[in-house]
């Protein structure tokens, strides 16, 4: 038996791969939009991963560094490096910033580190090109990701600094290229203020006679350069000792430094469960909402398909072909527009996939679910024309 | 070879609804068409030669009467066969008004799909369809889609497609409308010797005035009766 719906489809074969190629976009932004989800997922993962903490020790009640603001002092890290089951503890602060890169903006997540700790927590995890940060004011390290290049100049704050390190695939949960400079510059950059700023805070604590009282000599002083001062940072992330419990060394800190402390887990359930929570619903709606439009479409291309062969349909009927072949040709026409579309939206996500500013990672496995979906969506959406072409009465084949 | 009977029709009656809105469309039809015989089916609009076709074509269920295919009763009461599909794929060709070839099949196929259906193999089913083409003299059009057949070939492929399965019984629904005179009378030649060479019963409904006097019977159907007249059996010879 030949196979009529291949012989449909040959005979338009235009009209055919215009339709699959329309629909094979929609596939294709359907796989992107699930990308889109992966890649923020990923990019959580990696900001994880690269940090090279197995501990984060962030400020009481909060969600700190990543999800919410957090500030501990910066001297922290030494007893938390001194203690049991500790390898290593290092600083870090994080700004998401406008950074400038000659005349234009570049969204960055500046993250200052201490300088010559080339295998310390926080730190870039490799580099492709240059080297790590060795001095400590004014160079930087930057994910390749924000466009700059060996050498060049980064503005940050008030303050420029030369490019001396490439990395790659450091980023920020959101996304963002990581730029990491010295610590003490981040703290600066994080925690500076303007000079109007400063100079209204000097004249307010001078007018403070609780500040300034006559009798005592250097009071004003010291109350004006401790307000001066950045001894804050972020976080203190925490490498473990081999062997070491993690929940335990947590448990740990938690007791006699009276800080929050996160293991890897619970920073991964923050990140995915609170940080990206909302996005993954919104793209889930998306995700949704396509798919009800591709079933619509296909739904309605394949009834139009039927609607044009209802005569042929008679015909066939009533020269005693089964049901079974008719519903076999409609189920088969509805198939084939189901791979030609998916394999052009494949084709297509992967193209654009990597055109994207934020980073789409299309997945095998989302492929497979994506294709066996598009699959049960083509022979959902051929329902309606199998129903009308079942309907179909022979006789409409014959005479008035 | 059907070598049968051709068709009987005995007391055939068709009703539409019940209770007093029931409109019998057939009252009493009564043919009997031989093997290798074409007999006209004429009468005015609205007199039931649809609705006859549509009881002889096992389309629509009659309310009364007797149909025999060769020796088989198909209907006496009830039908008799199950398979109406297979009855009307293995028993009776169909030859439309418009050709209704199925556009995506080029003329072997079109032919073909009927013993394919049947369940013979492709290539059987394909000589097949070529031995009626060339029988047909549209052998030189075999691979040629519908699109690109004049009107006279469509039609000359339709009837291949109607004798595909050898059936003993042809129906043929006003087939010469839309040809002129020369090709209205190319198809009744056709049909001739198509039933003859096939053993073919072929009933022929008609308006066509051209053709009307080609038959040697004619079947005259009126409120539902039919009667039977005798042709004139005119030459469709080109003279």
Redesign the interface.
């Known amino acids: 038996?030949?196979s009529?719906a291949g012989?449909?489809i040959?005979?338009?074969w235009g009209k055919f791969v215009l339709t699959g190629f329309g629909l094979g976009l929609l596939i294709g932004v359907t796989l992107t939009m699930g990308g889109v989800y992966r890649g923020m997922v990923d990019d959580a993962r990696v900001l994880l991963d690269n940090s090279g903490a197995d501990l984060w020790v962030v400020q009481q009640d909060t969600l700190g560094p990543y999800a919410e603001s957090s500030s501990i002092y910066d001297d922290l890290w030494r007893s938390v490096a001194g203690m049991k089951g500790v390898e290593a503890a290092a600083n870090v602060t994080y700004l998401t910033t406008q950074i400038r890169r000659g005349e234009e903006d570049v969204r960055a997540m500046v993250v200052g580190v201490e300088p010559g700790v080339l295998s310390g927590p926080g730190q870039p995890r490799y580099l492709v090109a240059g080297r790590h940060i060795t001095r400590s004011h004014y160079e930087a390290v930057a994910d390749e990701a924000s466009g700059f290049r060996l050498g060049d100049s980064i503005g940050i704050r008030r303050n420029s600094y030369r490019v001396v390190g490439i990395t790659r695939r450091m980023v920020s949960s959101g996304g963002d290229p990581m730029v990491f400079i010295p610590l003490k510059d981040a703290q600066e950059a994080q925690f500076l203020k303007d000079n109007d700023f400063i100079l209204q805070q000097r004249r307010r604590t001078e007018a403070n006679p609780s500040l300034n009282r006559p009798g005592i000599p250097g009071l004003l002083e010291s109350v004006l350069a401790s307000q001066t001062g950045n001894s804050t940072v972020n976080a203190v992330l925490v490498r473990l000792a081999p062997g070491a419990d993690p929940e335990e060394t947590a448990e740990h800190i938690r007791r006699w430094k009276r800080h929050e402390v996160y293991t890897r887990e619970q920073m991964e359930e923050i990140l995915l469960g609170k940080l990206i929570a909302t996005s993954s619903r919104q793209i889930g709606m998306f995700l949704v909402i396509l798919a009800i439009v591709s079933a619509a479409i296909v739904a309605f291309i394949i009834y139009t398909l039927t609607m044009g062969k209802i005569?042929?349909i008679a015909?066939?009927?009533?020269?005693?072909?089964?049901n079974r072949?008719i519903v076999g040709m409609i189920l088969q026409q509805a198939l084939g527009l189901g791979v030609l579309g998916f394999m052009i939206g494949k084709i297509s996500a992967t193209i654009w996939a990597p055109i994207f500013p934020k980073y789409v990672l299309l997945e095998g496995r989302d492929s497979v679910a994506g294709f066996i979906a598009v699959m049960i969506m083509c022979v959902a959406s051929s329902v309606l024309a199998i129903r009308m072409a079942l309907k179909v009465?022979?006789?409409e084949?014959?005479?008035? | 070879m059907s070598g049968g009977k051709g068709i009987t029709v005995e007391g055939l009656k068709k009703r539409y609804g019940s209770g007093e809105t029931a409109v019998d469309a057939l009252k009493e039809v009564n043919m009997v068409v031989a093997p290798g015989e074409v007999v006209g089916l004429i009468g005015p609009s609205g007199s039931g030669?649809?609705t006859l076709?549509?009881c002889l074509?096992a389309?629509?269920e009659p309310t009364a009467g007797k149909m025999t295919i060769g020796d088989n009763v198909i209907y006496e009461e009830k039908w008799k066969i199950k398979d109406l599909?297979?009855l009307?794929?293995?028993k009776i060709g169909?030859v439309?008004?418009a050709p209704?070839l199925?556009?995506?099949?080029d003329a072997t196929?079109n032919v073909?799909?009927?013993p394919?259906?049947?369940g013979k193999p492709?290539g059987e089913a394909r000589d097949r369809a070529r031995e009626l083409l060339d029988a047909l003299d549209v052998a030189h059009r075999a691979r040629a889609?519908p699109s690109e057949l004049s009107g006279g070939e469509q039609q000359r492929v339709s009837i291949a497609?109607a004798l595909a399965n050898q059936p003993p019984v042809i129906l043929a629904?006003?087939p010469t409308a839309p040809l002129d005179s020369e090709r209205a009378m190319a198809v009744i030649r056709i049909l001739n010797s198509m039933a003859k060479q096939y053993e073919a019963a072929i009933i022929v409904?008609t308006h066509d005035e051209k053709i009307i006097p080609t038959f040697r019977r004619i079947y005259r159907i009126r409120d539902g009766k039919t009667e039977e007249e005798a042709g004139e059996g005119r030459s469709t010879e080109p003279t």
């Open positions: 038996m030949i009529l012989r449909d040959l005979h338009g005569r042929e015909v066939l009927k009533l020269i005693g072909t089964k072949t009465d022979p006789a084949a014959i005479g008035g | 030669k649809t076709l549509k074509g389309v629509i599909r297979a009307r794929r293995d169909f439309f008004q209704y199925i556009p995506f099949l196929d073909a799909l009927l394919m259906l049947a492709n889609m497609r629904d006003e409904v």
